[in-house]
């Protein structure tokens, strides 16, 4: 089999095989083409009530902290079940305001994983404040508990557990390990709305959770945007302050916040996409466990591992992410994209090897864990309206890549794979686009 090694960005993008039409299987049932993404289909469906909701909010001209701004924040507290939501200009952002709410200042340390995105750290540095980069545990991905611990100080001043990919970190050891040192936990819930711990939502289970809309999110807007959550009413009120530049009554400011504020366009887009967020989350659960059907039909074993699910909450697989082993993650990745399958590498770089963050220290073989991460990890196609036809090409063009042999039949009865129409699914004749939003994906 031809692996090719040149690597480009693996956005799947619709293009045409010699050997074959973009409307109908390849050779082998293969589909041509696997959008990692496919913002257009979600849109397609919910269009008209779109286009309403930002009529609306143009025909009022409040445009800022408006009423749909308002409502938004009151449902979305009413869906995780928290006193308080407060909107801003995104996921970034909350991190920053929910340290700056706990007074973190220079030279104060918070401990947090260095497998996640960059914004988990900048938060902290641009505070002055220092990034202690704790492991993980190497088959969740989640920062490591007894790491945690072990990198607590005297000047240590927060805990910000990641919830990576959809999925709670283990919070039963997190907790108590914050409150034996009397440290707050910052939850970045950016990749987990809906996420629960034993039937409690992320957000809700430390001091303060941190959201974003991000289009990729599960709950994504069409721009930036995020929110912030608390059971604490002192950290609502000054989380609403520090987002207005802390100006309380207009032109008079008690604190030096930021201005951090969500447009009522993006507010409006997302209530119209909030009542929909379960059953997107529940197709995603569908996703992820015919996908593990799925894996389990070739011999992979010892070469690919894929993730597992959560039995202590609800994993909402905002992304799917497999290990692939002795080397070959890069070389897999190259035969996918020449497959026309969708893929991204969450995240290449570790936070503690990180150029701009050289003068912490940190080398190479500090973390291992995150680091054997860094370098075996690769997210596959996940998103709601993902078809079965499109998870099978998926695995088998990785089980192709391998060589390796179906070992089992599949039960084509559960999906609609096997009755492919004679001019193309559906799903494939419209899809124009792959909705890559844009080339950061966060």
């Not at 706990?102 to 902290?124: K, N």
């Not at 503690?352 to 054997?372: I, M, S, V």
Request: charged share 25%.
């Amino acid at each position: 089999m031809n692996r090719p090694t040149s690597q480009r960005p693996s956005t799947g993008a619709p293009a045409k095989h010699s050997h074959a039409t973009d409307d109908s299987p390849e050779a082998g049932g293969f589909l041509p083409a696997v959008g990692l993404l496919a913002l257009d289909r979600q849109y397609a469906v919910l269009r008209e009530e779109i286009r309403a909701a930002l009529d609306r909010v143009c025909d009022t001209g409040r445009f800022v902290l408006g009423p749909d701004v308002t409502d938004l924040e009151n449902e979305l507290a009413r869906a995780l079940d928290v006193p308080h939501a407060i909107s801003c200009a995104s996921g970034s952002d909350a991190l920053l305001l929910a340290l700056m709410a706990l007074d973190i200042a220079p030279g104060d340390e918070v401990i947090l994983p260095s497998y996640t995105f960059f914004a988990t750290a900048s938060a902290v540095t641009r505070l002055g404040a220092v990034p202690i980069f704790a492991d993980i545990d190497p088959a969740t991905y989640l920062v490591d508990p007894a790491d945690v611990e072990r990198k607590i100080s005297r000047r240590t001043r927060a805990i910000v557990p990641v919830h990576l990919f959809g999925r709670t970190a283990d919070m039963d050891a997190l907790l108590p390990i914050a409150a034996r040192a009397g440290l707050p936990v910052v939850e970045d819930a950016a990749q987990s709305i809906l996420s629960t711990w034993h039937g409690r939502c992320s957000g809700a289970l430390g001091d303060v959770g941190c959201f974003s809309f991000y289009p990729t999110k599960n709950l994504g807007g069409a721009g930036d945007g995020g929110f912030l959550t608390t059971t604490r009413d002192d950290l609502a009120a000054k989380l609403k302050l520090l987002r207005v530049h802390g100006m309380e009554p207009r032109y008079y400011h008690q604190v030096v916040g930021i201005n951090s504020r969500l447009d009522s366009l993006q507010a409006a887009i997302l209530r119209v996409k909030l009542p929909h967020l379960d059953a997107w989350t529940s197709a995603r659960q569908a996703n992820a466990a015919r996908y593990m059907e799925m894996f389990a039909q070739y011999d992979l074993d010892g070469r690919v591992t894929v993730p597992t699910d959560e039995s202590r909450g609800r994993h909402v697989w905002n992304q799917f992410v497999i290990r692939v082993a002795d080397g070959q993650r890069d070389a897999l990745r190259a035969h996918l994209t020449a497959c026309k399958v969708g893929t991204e590498i969450y995240y290449p770089v570790p936070l503690h090897l990180q150029k701009c963050f050289e003068y912490l220290g940190w080398a190479k073989g500090d973390l291992p864990h995150t680091e054997q991460a860094a370098e075996a990890t690769l997210a596959l196609p996940i998103f709601p309206e993902l078809e079965p036809a499109e998870q099978r090409t998926v695995v088998g063009r990785i089980a192709e890549f391998f060589r390796a042999p179906q070992t089992q039949t599949p039960d084509r009865a559960a999906d609609t794979s096997s009755a492919l129409p004679a001019d193309g699914p559906h799903f494939l004749r419209r899809m124009n686009a792959v909705g890559r939003a844009d080339d950061v994906r966060c």
